[in-house]
């Protein structure tokens, strides 16, 4: 039987773990008062355009201001923009000092961020093991990437030894914190009989939460399960949902399996579902 791939997904550097900042005139005034989380938190709204038009440059001032009085946010924030090219002229090794700095004093997604850089050599050489210790540290403050990502170390054998069940334990709890990429591995996991025993109906559960988290991979998997009966009641409509839902992603395989499904439904059947999914997209967006 072909083994399901796990997902590890660190495309770009985790940006932000708690709730967005949104501008007021009051925050603007907190931080022109010299209160550094109030300047840190301004320049997010700056970053994201939240409440205020954005204006990259904006919020880097305000990251400097904050980093003038040693905070940590200020700091893992400006290595956000030298990452992306924010407000400045991109800079890896900048976005990497920055990082550590922050990650030395604790800070959770700076040590994230880190680890997904000496993970990838991205600004820095590659070094797993160095990677393995910021994720460790930002697991043991639950930051769920981290949780995630080490979990996905353990299912390979990245810099450390193999072990099934300590992937599952780190997955479950990355779960837990609402990480659908933990989720989908989740459902890998009791596919493939890996680090616990294999459960059909339980790894279907896991997809199904990962997909209404939006995670695109789990679509064509929902898709192929409800058509073949695979820890569910066989169902074409729920496979030609899902299906329909993975070729929107742009999965290029999933419009002939939409189409496979599709010879077995109704032309009615078919404009219904295609309304339902048009409207998940809608709600999921």
């Known amino acids: ?24 005139e009051e925050l603007l005034q907190q931080a022109e008062a010299g209160d550094a989380e109030a300047q840190v938190a301004l320049g997010e709204c700056y970053i994201r355009g939240s409440g205020i ?44 000092v920055l990082y550590r700095r922050a990650a030395d004093k604790g800070h959770a997604e700076a040590q994230y961020n880190l680890g997904v850089s000496y993970f990838d050599g991205d600004g820095v050489d590659r070094d797993w093991d160095e990677a393995l210790m910021w994720w460790r540290a930002a697991a043991n403050q639950d930051h769920p990437g981290a949780l995630r990502n080490l979990g996905y170390c353990y299912s390979c054998g990245f ?94 395989y999933s419009f002939e399996d939409m189409e496979r499904v599709g010879r077995e439904l109704s032309s009615e059947q078919i404009k219904k579902l295609e309304a339902r999914s048009e409207q998940w997209l809608e709600e999921h967006r």
């Open 1 to 24: 039987m072909k083994k399901l791939l796990l997902a590890l997904f660190m495309v770009g550097a985790f940006i932000w773990l708690g709730a967005e900042a949104v501008f007021s």
């Open 159 to 252: 810099g450390i030894e193999e072990d099934h069940k300590e992937a599952v334990r780190l997955y479950r709890r990355a779960a837990e914190l609402g990480d659908m990429i933990a989720m989908f591995n989740l459902g890998a996991a009791h596919d493939n009989g890996e680090g616990v025993d294999e459960d059909q109906p339980e790894a279907t559960k896991w997809f199904l939460l990962a997909a209404n988290e939006g995670y695109a991979e789990a679509f064509s998997y929902l898709g192929v399960r409800y058509e073949d009966g695979k820890g569910v009641e066989q169902d074409l409509e729920e496979a030609y949902f899902w299906h329909y839902l993975s070729d929107q992603a742009g999965a290029y």
């Open 53 to 96: 038009g954005e204006d990259h440059e904006e919020a880097v001032k305000w990251f400097h201001r904050a980093i003038d009085q040693g905070h940590a946010g200020g700091q893992y924030w400006l290595g956000v923009c030298y990452d992306f090219g924010h407000g400045v002229t991109q800079n890896k090794t900048a976005a990497n």
